[in-house]
């Protein structure tokens, strides 16, 4: 017992202030966002239609909870759920990589192993520092909820499902680490299962079954294959089911279990996937800094496509689901029509997937950037440089290459609708529609590019933080604006909400001149500062 002490001490110890952050991160969020809620939809009138609207609009459920009634508590838990669940879900599988496989890749784990410990103690005290971290975290969330004046039972089940999706996340974590060889892959494993989970919940949620008035939605059978499904159908202030999450507990359980056998059935630094061996020669493309550049991104951007291909399959396989929910009820079918303007609901349809398209194509874009920081501050740049490459022609490369990820995300999507439609039998007429709102995209996309650029080139140290604080205001504005009320200048100022688009037969250019201009002058000048800027290492 003193060694297992010992071992949790040294977790919390080192974790402390990221625990914190993440614990009093999720619960402030909690009541942020309720206090927002309050003033932005105060009237049960207020709640009833945007809960119409966002039951007419799949995009909105896709990253929205599980509507349950316009009642304040579960109005604001349809808004803000599946976001404090991801912030648990991450923290989680963070803190279960960091101290298994990582300390395995820095050598730490060598050393405690060799002590009286052994190996399987310092994993039970991962996962016991990951429960309390996870018990910190939904007791905070359900904290808030009741500083907010809500009931009771409501708060505590939800500050409990969003403790059990994160317990269930700490159990892949886990599990990626005893699978895979380096705590990158790790990581990487751990955050597509979240990100896939995420978005079959949302699916789910999406060709669910709403009800007559409007306030409700029956999950499809999709949503039950997620944890984020699992604590979404808790519909905690409405009927305040505990068996979900109790689903989600029990599931992060099994997984530390198996983990923890997995731990005893192999090498220390070893795994049960193999790492890859590299190649004795390289290519031919690694001749060139171009191919440098692709070599050091592609894998990156290859995700960020696979992306913009599900999201043009669902744009367009999606459409004639709402078509068939607006027939079947005439009030979607009346809010379907306000959405898609003088178009058709399939053209409002594609229009509203591919407004979150240009944030996948924007996020490729800033992550290619941003490796070019990364290069730089891990001092990797510097042996390059010294060969004859220019600085501005290395900059052009990483440009070139995100301009590249771009157009490769949106013709993903592109092609993905195409099957959509192809599957569906449908009407192949809306291809033009996908181009136009796809090519338009791409416009809005490069100026998050170039603007990226630029605080690489001005502010070095500030170009990861900046870039995708960007995109999230960017997402912000120009997705959820109009679902918030914000007036049309603002929304306007996220370049995604102002690409072009189809109304009817004619092709609505909007900002796209303002586009082109912003992308062509902010390239130039990333190119003409680059040339007399001096490489920053650290930071």
Do not use: K
């Amino acid at each position: 017992m003193t060694r297992f002490l010992a071992l949790l001490g040294q977790r919390i110890r080192r974790d402390w202030v990221q625990v914190l952050l993440w614990a009093v991160g999720t619960g402030l969020l909690a009541y942020a966002s309720y206090v927002g809620v309050a003033d932005a939809y105060g009237t049960d009138q207020d709640r009833t239609s945007l809960l119409a609207a966002a039951l007419a609009n799949p995009v909105i459920l896709l990253f929205r909870g599980l509507p349950s009634g316009t009642d304040q508590g579960a109005f604001m838990v349809f808004l803000i759920f599946p976001w404090l669940a991801m912030l648990a879900a991450f923290m989680s599988t963070f803190l279960a990589v960091r101290h298994t496989r990582g300390d395995e890749e820095s050598g730490r784990a060598e050393l405690v192993a060799a002590t009286p410990a052994s190996r399987t103690l310092p994993f039970v005290a991962t996962a016991t520092h990951g429960l309390l971290a996870n018990a910190l975290l939904g007791a905070l969330t359900a904290g808030a909820f009741l500083a907010v004046g809500l009931d009771v039972e409501g708060a505590a089940l939800a500050g409990a499902a969003v403790a059990a999706v994160g317990v269930t996340f700490l159990g892949v974590g886990l599990l990626a680490a005893q699978l895979m060889r380096t705590s990158r892959g790790a990581n990487a494993l751990a955050v597509w299962t979240l990100v896939i989970t995420f978005v079959l919940a949302g699916i789910g949620n999406a060709i669910g079954t709403p009800s007559d008035d409007l306030t409700r939605m029956e999950s499809s059978w999709l949503t039950w294959l997620s944890p984020f499904g699992w604590g979404e159908n808790t519909r905690a202030f409405d009927e305040n089911l505990w068996w979900p999450a109790g689903l989600a507990l029990g599931v992060g359980v099994v997984l530390i279990v198996v983990s923890a056998a997995l731990v005893s059935a192999r090498d220390l630094g070893g795994s049960f996937i193999a790492e890859r061996q590299a190649r004795a020669d390289a290519s031919a493309a690694l001749s060139t800094p171009s191919g440098l550049v692709w070599r050091l991104t592609r894998g990156a951007v290859l995700g960020w496509v696979v992306g913009g291909l599900i999201v043009g399959l669902l744009s367009t396989s999606l459409a004639s689901i709402v078509q068939e929910v607006g027939a079947s009820n005439p009030a979607v079918e009346n809010i379907l029509r306000q959405i898609s303007g003088e178009g058709s609901i399939e053209q409002g349809t594609v229009t509203t997937f591919f407004t979150m398209l240009g944030v996948l194509a924007a996020c490729a874009a800033v992550q290619v950037v941003c490796r070019a920081r990364q290069e730089e501050a891990h001092g990797t740049a510097e042996p390059l440089l010294a060969a004859p490459v220019g600085r501005v022609r290395w900059l052009a490369d990483y440009l070139v290459i995100a301009l590249l990820a771009i157009v490769l995300v949106v013709a993903a999507a592109v092609g993905g609708a195409a099957i959509g439609i192809a599957s569906q039998d449908g009407d192949m007429d809306l291809m033009r529609t996908v181009v136009v709102v796809g090519a338009g995209q791409v416009a809005g996309a490069s100026v998050f590019l170039v603007v990226t650029a630029l605080a690489f080139v001005l502010v070095p140290r500030l170009t990861i933080p900046l870039g995708w604080t960007l995109v999230l205001l960017g997402m912000m504005l120009g997705l959820f604006g109009p679902l918030f009320l914000f007036p049309d200048w603002l929304v306007h100022l996220s370049p995604i909400a102002v690409t072009p688009t189809m109304v009817g037969d004619e092709v609505d250019l909007r900002g796209l001149w303002w586009l082109l201009l912003a992308t062509g002058v902010g390239a130039a000048a990333s190119l003409a500062l680059m040339h007399r800027r001096e490489l920053e290492a650290g930071g």
